[in-house]
């Protein structure tokens, strides 16, 4: 999957869930029940095969990490290699990219958006700058927004920004010094209820 430049809502109502594409929640939620298309309002679905469901499952958690297929797969292919559960090691790790850390501190509105800021050179990770939006951060990781950026227009109110933000319990932010941190791992009930990871590993599993 490239990036995609289309209509965000679609992709939403395609699913039937937000998944965070745009900045305006209620205005996807307006028409998250109308699948998208001249028959939208009364499409009506029989019941999906057993790789359907494990496609559509797929699909959400790629447009929502904003994903291709190649790096998807490759996460996949990585969590099964690792101790543990494959599913939980596959969240982890999605939700411990650099560009989804940025956007769960509050630094950014959509995960897009976040992306955008770290291959922009935004941030620092330990006193470092760091562009890669992959890059996986470790516990013990301080974020910190670099001074010189911190002055754009697109910042201005971030103070207030990051004070509101809702953080999972593995992440930390000081709002005032425009920094965040990493306490530990993702834990489960950090994850997006989104997509069903089962299913993923299920169709990965047989191809």
């Given at each position: 999957m490239g990036r995609n430049i289309g209509p965000k809502n679609k992709i939403a109502r395609r699913f039937g869930v937000n998944l965070g594409l745009k900045t305006n929640a209620a205005k996807v939620a307006r028409r998250l029940a109308q699948t998208p298309g001249v028959h939208g309002p009364n499409k009506r679905f029989g019941s999906k095969s057993t790789y359907g469901k494990q496609l559509d499952e797929k699909q959400k958690a790629k447009f929502l990490y904003g994903l291709r297929e190649k790096q998807f797969r490759g996460y996949v292919t990585k969590a099964?290699?690792?101790?543990?559960?494959?599913?939980?090691n596959l969240k982890q790790l999605l939700e411990r990219r650099f560009d989804n850390v940025i956007y769960r501190l509050g630094f950014a509105v959509?995960?897009?958006?976040?992306?955008?800021?770290?291959?922009?050179?935004?941030?620092?990770?330990?006193?470092?700058?760091?562009?890669?939006?992959?890059?996986?951060?470790?516990?013990?990781?301080?974020i910190t927004l670099r001074e010189n950026k911190a002055k754009k227009k697109i910042f201005d109110d971030i103070v207030e920004q990051l004070s509101k933000a809702e953080l999972p319990s593995w992440l930390a932010i000081d709002p005032n010094k425009k920094e965040g941190k990493v306490l530990g791992m993702p834990q489960d009930d950090d994850f997006d209820k989104i997509f069903n990871v089962k299913l993923i590993i299920e169709y990965y599993s047989t191809r």
């Open positions: 099964a290699g690792m101790q543990g559960d494959s599913g939980v959509t995960r897009a958006q976040a992306r955008q800021l770290v291959s922009h050179r935004m941030f620092f990770v330990n006193g470092k700058r760091m562009d890669i939006p992959s890059y996986l951060v470790k516990s013990g990781d301080v």
